[in-house]
């Protein structure tokens, strides 16, 4: 029934899954080895048959007979026959006999002995692709069971499908309202969510090169973050691919180890992408994160790219988009760190209005959606314990024009606070420490790290500036967009970015805040500060450079995360068409 909800998978109603062979009855198991040798191309695979015998009725079956005087052979008048003149004619030869036993024996033998040659070619198929499969992980995190298991395909490839099982649940009228966001099926069944999130560092994802050095899989990084229990992912995107829906660059995306991943054109990917994250009940946050691929989008138009053309890209998304299909598409990120932005004085460049019109745009192609919105970027002074200190918003993090100029969509509760905040790796403010000297590039030199409290004190001063004001438990849901930085590398000697990452967990996990995405997967994520006297390019992620081994420290300080109320998988509501038989086209299998 519409609206059933399940926190597991999102296909419980499938048939009995099968373990990736032929299932013709007396067909040998067809293997496909993703490593073996290409012919011209395309893939080879083996593939022997076995024929069983008709299955027809024996027309040699005997029915009653009636007894007829009919003999077996003439004989001749007159001759009495004796007793030995039978032999030959009605003697059973032994040697007949045992021709049948051992024939028989030897038949039954080669039979049990090809069940088991191909119960072994079996077994070694399964191991072989076990050991595939494997190799693709990413090692060092959690390894807990996830929702819908692993997928054998009908060639045997385990976690590498031809495609994802269709959807099955519902595309749910996403709200933000009492500081949460919520989840609400066709009935008004309402599941509260908060966000354990991660950012993709770029529009195309990286780290899907799967070779055999490094890489890995989208299958395996969904996994991955199911398994190490984030819910969410804000993956940006950029207008100008959206409009123009060209072909991304496949030479970073290893085809045959993602089988289900389209590079046909811009679109395809992303949706491809979309339904890897649906199987693991992973939410999405599309991110407008730039225009053109030399302009980050300072607004949300330049010389290239109209406002319109903007809205136009919005209506990609929802028309392609705005479906059961997608229904762990959650939103909009309107734009991306807005830093050239004003707010509530009128002009061409404010972006209250900016993204009042743009996320109006997208209700109206998808009213199901929530808007996420940022801030700008200025200078403030901020007064701490009777200090003052001047800083500069962080790239989307000044919302402090909100407090007398609020926001509404034309939809009510749609409207979501996505501010981003940041660390000394990014830039060593002031208020991050107890003294230093300002030098060259922002750098401080000298710089005086700060005890816990105080520097837990200062984040919690400056973000209630910047946007923490919006905090409540009786209005639109707030969370951070991007936050994080420098951790396990951290050179600070007493682990100041460290800190600054471990205390914002500590203060988005309050009431009032609904979570955070934190910057970012992607080992290739750069900060400009290690530690805060040293500018440079200094390089971490969640997971590690060759993209199969996780930054445990890293990762582990994600988890402080894990408890936050109402902190789960995205919900499937169940669609009618769940009760429907499994399409028998569908050449996956979850298990």
């Not at 597991?8 to 073996?36: C, I, L």
């Not at 409290?453 to 639109?476: K, N």
């Amino acid at each position: 029934m519409a609206g059933a909800y399940s926190t597991g998978s999102e296909d419980s109603a499938s048939p009995t899954a099968t373990d990736g062979r032929d299932s013709a009855v007396g067909n040998t198991p067809s293997f496909r080895y993703s490593y073996m040798h290409l012919v011209d191309g395309n893939e080879t695979s083996r593939n022997s048959t076995a024929r069983d015998s008709s299955t027809a009725g024996d027309v040699f079956v005997r029915g009653s007979l009636l007894d007829r005087n009919i003999e077996a052979v003439a004989l001749e008048k007159g001759i009495v026959e004796k007793h030995k003149d039978y032999k030959g004619r009605i003697r059973v030869w032994p040697g007949l006999l045992a021709m049948l036993f051992i024939g028989g024996g030897a038949a039954f033998l080669m039979s049990v002995y090809a069940i088991k040659v191909r119960d072994a070619s079996r077994a070694r198929g399964d191991v072989y692709q076990k050991i595939l499969f494997d190799k693709k992980k990413i090692l060092g995190g959690a390894n807990d069971s996830v929702i819908n298991g692993d997928i054998i395909s009908d060639d045997g490839v385990i976690g590498n499908p031809k495609k994802y099982p269709p959807s099955r649940c519902e595309l749910p009228n996403y709200l933000s309202k009492n500081g949460h966001i919520y989840a609400v099926s066709s009935n008004g069944t309402e599941v509260p969510l908060k966000i354990k999130g991660i950012n993709c560092g770029q529009a195309i994802p990286l780290g899907l090169w799967d070779n055999s050095e490094n890489g890995t899989t989208a299958y395996q990084i969904a996994s991955f973050l199911a398994q190490n229990k984030f819910n969410a992912v804000r993956l940006p995107l950029m207008a100008t691919w959206l409009l123009t829906n060209k072909a991304p660059n496949s030479a970073i995306i290893n085809k045959q180890e993602n089988r289900a991943i389209s590079v046909k054109n811009y679109m395809s990917l992303l949706k491809s992408i979309l339904q890897v994250l649906r199987f693991r009940n992973i939410g999405v946050l599309l991110s407008m994160h730039t225009l053109t691929a030399t302009d980050n989008g300072k607004l949300w138009y330049n010389d290239d790219v109209s406002e319109e053309d903007f809205l136009k890209a919005i209506d990609v998304l929802t028309t392609n988009l705005c479906s059961d299909e997608y229904w762990n598409v959650m939103g909009v990120d309107l734009k991306n760190e807005p830093y050239r932005g004003t707010w509530g004085d009128g002009t061409a460049t404010d972006f209250r209005l900016g993204a009042k019109r743009i996320a109006d745009r997208m209700l109206k192609g998808c009213p199901k959606w929530m808007g996420f919105v940022e801030g700008v970027n200025a200078q403030h002074t901020v007064t701490i314990d009777g200090t003052e200190f001047a800083y500069y918003d962080w790239y989307g993090g000044g919302l402090q024009g909100a407090k007398t100029a609020g926001l509404e969509f034309s939809v009510k509760n749609k409207v979501v606070w996505a501010p981003h905040y940041y660390t000394p790796a990014v830039f060593p403010q002031n208020y991050f420490f107890g003294g230093g000297t300002g030098a060259a590039g922002g750098a401080i030199k000298n710089f005086v790290e700060l005890d816990n409290a105080t520097l837990r004190h200062r984040l919690q001063a400056t973000m209630d500036d910047m946007f923490g004001f919006l905090a409540s438990e009786t209005g639109p849901a707030l969370l951070l967009g991007e936050f994080g930085g420098i951790y396990a590398t951290d050179k600070h000697p007493m682990k100041t970015t460290q800190r600054c990452t471990d205390f914002t967990i500590e203060i988005i996990k309050q009431p009032g805040w609904a979570g955070g995405f934190v910057w970012s997967l992607n080992p290739e994520s750069e900060y400009q500060f290690n530690p805060a006297d040293t500018p440079g390019r200094f390089h971490e992620g969640v997971v590690q450079i060759d993209w199969l081994h996780v930054n445990k420290e890293f990762l582990d300080g994600m988890a402080a995360m894990d408890d936050m109320e109402n902190m789960r998988p995205f919900p499937c509501f169940k669609t009618e068409s769940t009760a429907a038989p499994a399409s028998a086209s569908t050449s996956s299998t979850a298990l």
